[in-house]
């Protein structure tokens, strides 16, 4: 509307000027034909004058004399007229001649000031109306854009409508994933309370089935005493019997001298009391060459120290893998230190070079420890059908005895490389640490470096239950915050690392390994560890290639690297983790 109203304006404003254009040019045409009359009267006076012709001027004056004004009709006056005219009369007339051409003069450049201000008036509209046309041009452009503006405005709205719907349909998944999750974990919780429920029972069960084996093994005892001292008993009648059992005692003693089996039991206590305190004070020391980096000087005296300690380590082993077949003729409470220093021995072995010399002593050593040591007794003087000819055994792995049975089990995890005999070895593990006993022990004889040893993939048949025998320290207890730190080390980080590396890990291996991971992440030095092995990238690697599906490794997962401060984990996840 604006653009009109200027339009009209503008136009009424041109016809106005074109109207004042013509009636100047009306005046000017007038002046012009007055000018030109007037020029044709000096034609016709000049002449005139240059002749001398009295009578001529005299003609001329009193025709315009009687009228100045219409010069143009003076050739048509009469003769009779041109002759009264005098020489004053002739002067007037020339006056008020010049006088009308000074007015006709000044009238002209009167005209020409207007005719110069007509032509830069002319020359302002001309430039208004090129302004007009460009602003009418503007706003014909502005109409289009805004057009497409109001177009392209609608199209975004529709789109972010668009958008808010698929949002609030994500929102609604994502609410029913979270449900589904809390469910799981109601689901997950609520069947490890059974499972603890069912593991305090049975806990029970075996505790009691201990008792009642203990319960037996010392009514078979009595039942053996008694049935010796009966047959004893029957032997008394027959001398021959009784000869023969006195020539037995008398060669019990050049037997034991032979077999250098010592018949004081004192002896014995004593070395075993020495073998306690060497374990407790020297070779339970084990060092890491990391705990001497900060100078070369402690890890020259370290690494001295430590060659000469093995170099004595394995001068003894032969000579106690020899001594364990007189094990069966030693007290049973003896048997616990005596292994205790062979297992602390082979642990001070582990830093150092393998001594080829060595390889057949550890198997032995291992087979011997695993399988027990049994007499075998070929003297034919010994009689075939007496009490005192039955085989004594010493055993080891097998023993009831915790402390000998969990020390026994990690000599053979140490030097046994059949997968049958380790595979025992795990399951007699797992089974001792579900008491808070066999956690204490666990710590105690260092045993993170032995499982390690075995988590790898080459010992694919194994994997399973070395990570379950982890996974057992796991458990809220009192030994779960030392477990953490013993396997706060780069030793325990470069082997999992190694482990996640590998292609296609069984998924239950990697849910319990993201379980220990899990509770490592918890400790903030840990954070340089995960950093340094990048186990960090790989775990959110595998997260983002985990399905959805398996929702307790997902959990574990998001808790981990919450706790590094890689990601933002809710609080049902970071709680189910735990």
């Known amino acids: 509307?604006?653009?009109?109203?200027?339009?009209?304006?503008?136009?009424?404003?041109?016809?106005?000027?074109?109207?004042?254009?013509?009636?100047?040019?009306?005046?000017?045409?007038?002046?012009?034909?007055?000018?030109?009359?007037?020029?044709?009267?000096?034609?016709?006076?000049?002449?005139?004058?240059?002749?001398?012709?009295?009578?001529?001027?005299?003609?001329?004056?009193?025709?315009?004399?009687?009228?100045?004004?219409?010069?143009?009709?003076?050739?048509?006056?009469?003769?009779?007229?041109?002759?009264?005219?005098?020489?004053?009369?002739?002067?007037?007339?020339?006056?008020?001649?010049?006088?009308?051409?000074?007015?006709?003069?000044?009238?002209?450049?009167?005209?020409?000031?207007?005719?110069?201000?007509?032509?830069?008036?002319?020359?302002?509209?001309?430039?208004?109306?090129?302004?007009?046309?460009?602003?009418?041009?503007?706003?014909?452009?502005?109409?289009?854009?805004e057009e497409e503006v109001l177009t392209r405005f609608q199209i975004i709205k529709e789109r972010h409508n668009t958008e808010v719907e698929h949002l609030t349909e994500v929102l609604k998944e994502k609410n029913k994933e979270s449900k589904r999750l809390r469910s799981s974990f109601d689901a997950l919780k609520e069947l490890n309370d059974n499972l603890k429920k069912q593991l305090n029972e049975v806990s029970e069960e075996n505790r009691k089935m201990e008792i009642q084996a203990k319960r037996v093994q010392a009514r078979l005892d009595n039942l053996q005493r008694k049935f010796e001292f009966m047959t004893i008993q029957k032997l008394k009648g027959n001398s021959h019997v009784a000869h023969e059992m006195k020539s037995l005692k008398q060669e019990k003693v050049p037997v034991s001298k032979t077999g250098k089996v010592p018949l004081n039991a004192q002896v014995y206590e004593l070395l075993t009391i020495f073998m306690d305190w060497i374990s407790d004070h020297h070779l339970s020391k084990l060092k890491s060459e990391e705990s001497g980096m900060d100078g070369e000087k402690p890890v020259l005296g370290f690494a001295a120290q430590r060659n000469e300690i093995q170099e004595k380590c394995v001068k003894l082993l032969p000579m106690m893998t020899e001594q364990l077949q007189w094990m069966p003729f030693v007290n049973a409470k003896l048997h616990e230190p005596f292994v205790k220093f062979m297992y602390w021995s082979l642990r001070q072995l582990d830093a150092g070079t393998q001594h080829s010399t060595m390889t057949s002593t550890l198997r032995?050593?291992?087979?011997?420890?695993?399988?027990?040591?049994v007499t075998k007794r070929t003297d034919n003087n010994y009689l075939e059908h007496s009490v005192e000819n039955k085989p004594k055994t010493a055993a080891f792995f097998k023993s009831?005895?915790?402390?000998?049975?969990?020390?026994?089990?990690?000599?053979?995890?140490?030097?046994?490389?059949?997968?049958?005999?380790?595979?025992?070895?795990?399951?007699?593990?797992?089974?001792?640490?579900?008491?808070?006993?066999?956690?204490?022990?666990?710590?105690?004889?260092?045993?993170?470096?032995?499982?390690?040893n075995h988590l790898r993939i080459s010992s694919k048949g194994l994997l399973s239950n070395v990570i379950d025998s982890l996974l057992q320290m796991t458990v809220e207890s009192k030994s779960l915050q030392p477990f953490l730190e013993a396997c706060s080390n780069t030793l325990f980080?470069?082997?999992?690392?190694?482990l996640l590396r590998t292609p296609k890990l069984d998924l239950q291996i990697l849910e319990k390994l993201s379980i220990i991971l899990q509770k490592l992440s918890k400790i903030k030095s840990n954070k340089k560890l995960f950093e340094l092995f990048t186990i960090h990238l790989m775990l959110q690697e595998i997260q983002r290639t985990t399905h959805p599906e398996h929702a307790f490794l997902c959990i574990n997962l998001n808790s981990t690297l919450f706790n590094l401060g890689l990601t933002k984990c809710n609080s049902v996840a970071s709680n189910a983790s735990h």
């Not at 710590?443 to 390690?452: F, G, M, R, S, T």
Request: aromatic share 8%; net charge negative.
């Open 1 to 145: 509307m604006g653009t009109d109203n200027e339009q009209d304006s503008f136009q009424d404003l041109k016809q106005r000027e074109t109207e004042e254009l013509i009636e100047n040019d009306h005046r000017v045409n007038s002046s012009k034909i007055t000018k030109q009359s007037f020029k044709e009267i000096q034609k016709v006076i000049q002449p005139t004058n240059l002749a001398s012709n009295s009578r001529n001027w005299t003609e001329c004056c009193s025709d315009l004399s009687d009228s100045p004004l219409k010069h143009v009709s003076f050739p048509t006056s009469k003769v009779s007229n041109k002759q009264n005219l005098h020489p004053h009369q002739i002067n007037r007339i020339y006056d008020e001649l010049f006088e009308i051409h000074q007015k006709l003069q000044c009238e002209t450049t009167a005209q020409q000031e207007f005719a110069e201000e007509l032509q830069k008036r002319e020359h302002f509209l001309v430039e208004r109306e090129q302004l007009l046309f460009r602003h009418e041009t503007a706003l014909s452009k502005i109409k289009g854009v």
């Open 364 to 373: 032995r050593l291992g087979e011997d420890i695993f399988k027990g040591v």
């Open 400 to 452: 009831s005895n915790l402390p000998l049975r969990f020390l026994s089990t990690l000599i053979v995890l140490k030097t046994v490389t059949q997968a049958d005999y380790l595979a025992q070895a795990f399951d007699s593990l797992c089974l001792d640490l579900k008491t808070d006993e066999g956690k204490v022990l666990f710590l105690e004889y260092q045993a993170v470096p032995v499982i390690l």
């Open 493 to 498: 980080f470069r082997t999992c690392s190694v």
